[in-house]
């Protein structure tokens, strides 16, 4: 069973507007990646952040990490309708390799 | 090569039938992973490989599924007597080292099973 969670399921906005996506999960983590998947095929690396690190930045992406909450969220900023994609939180429990993904986020951008 | 490579891309079967899925890993890379991805769900875990061996094959659904990796490098998973079921995007993604806590997976672009 999977043990992350996306929240929203869905969204849905303007290019140019932010998008923020959360995450939950219910183990102790190593670390959390978030991917991005078009189509329903490949999985695109996003952004890979430690437990013991609380926010990292890639270009116009922003991931958050609280581990007392055990939540992550990525912020996408001024969208573009190519940013239309389903976004993915992945953690690796105490494995180091055996990632648990939630969902995903299906983000909608409309030109 | 540049990336995961998967082959085919996509592969219809009728049930009953044996199927193998191919999988090329980044060069280079020691860890392969394999994880199967339905419809509306995020990937699950299939089985891991550290260089030829399964280190951990807990999510494999049952026997009918087995995967190799006889070299360290291609693998190959293999469905036998395959159920409507098994149909789902069949994911594959390499790692440099062998899982640590900043080790990114790469994934391949998948194959899509159908079963009819």
């Known amino acids: 069973s999977q043990q992350g969670e996306e929240d929203p399921q869905a969204l849905s906005i303007q290019e140019g507007e932010n998008a923020t996506m959360n995450c939950s999960y219910k183990?102790?983590?190593?670390?959390l990646q978030w991917y991005r998947q078009n189509s329903g095929r490949g999985l695109v690396h996003l952004i890979l952040?430690?437990?013991?690190?609380r926010e990292k930045h890639s270009g116009r992406l922003r991931v958050t990490l609280d581990t007392s909450k055990k939540s992550s969220s990525l912020l996408i900023t001024a969208s573009r309708a190519a940013d239309t994609a389903s976004y993915f939180c992945?953690?690796?429990?105490?494995?180091?390799?055996?990632?648990?993904f939630g969902k995903g986020t299906l983000l909608t951008v409309n030109p | 090569g540049a990336g995961v490579s998967q082959t085919p891309s996509n592969k219809v079967t009728e049930k009953g039938k044996y199927v193998e899925l191919r999988c090329d890993p980044i060069?280079?890379?020691?860890?392969l992973y394999w994880y199967r991805q339905s419809l509306g769900q995020g990937p699950e875990f299939l089985i891991y490989?550290?260089?030829?061996?399964?280190?951990?094959d807990s999510g494999l659904p049952n026997d009918r599924f087995f995967a190799v990796r006889p070299e360290g490098s291609v693998s190959t998973l293999k469905i036998q007597r395959t159920e409507r079921g098994d149909s789902a995007v069949y994911l594959c993604?390499?790692?440099?080292?062998?899982?640590?806590?900043?080790?990114?997976?790469?994934f391949g672009p998948g194959t899509r099973l159908t079963v009819l």
């Open positions: 992945a953690n690796s429990g105490g494995s180091n390799y055996k990632l648990t």
């Open positions: 490989f550290q260089g030829t061996g399964a280190a951990d």
């Open positions: 993604a390499s790692s440099l080292y062998y899982g640590g806590p900043g080790d990114t997976q790469y």
């Open positions: 952040i430690r437990s013991n690190e």
């Open positions: 183990t102790s983590i190593n670390n």
């Open positions: 060069s280079g890379h020691t860890a």
